[in-house]
């Protein structure tokens, strides 16, 4: 028999808030909306993240549509160099990947 079972989240301690990631910079979002991100390990709630609002995507896919010609133009072969300094500086923003 299959039992479902709710998740569980760290008594007392306040969960961080994973915001949105728009032209280079995180950014809060104003939607007041947000939604649980689980760890699955632990089945757990692990943070928080912000919904979008329809301003927000707007802004994400025009960032996203202004930085499109620069990335077409990336070779191959210096791509990978570009994604390692993105994930950099996740790192030294505070976005990271949790290892268990």
């Known amino acids: ?7 569980r989240t760290e008594t ?3 969960l961080e808030r994973v ?5 280079g910079a995180r950014v809060a ?9 689980y760890d699955p390990a ?26 499109f010609p620069a990335w077409r133009a990336t070779s191959l072969s210096s791509a990978p160099r570009s994604c390692s300094g993105s994930a950099t500086s996740w790192r030294r923003t505070g976005l990271r990947w949790r290892r268990t």
């Open 29 to 37: 979002g104003t939607s007041g909306r947000f939604g649980p991100v």
């Open 12 to 14: 007392g301690a306040a």
């Open 42 to 67: 632990l089945g757990a709630i692990a943070r928080t993240v912000d919904f979008a609002s329809v301003e927000e995507v707007d802004a994400a896919v025009a960032s996203a549509a202004a930085a």
């Open 19 to 23: 915001h949105h990631w728009i032209d």
């Open 1 to 7: 028999m299959t039992q479902v079972g709710e998740p």
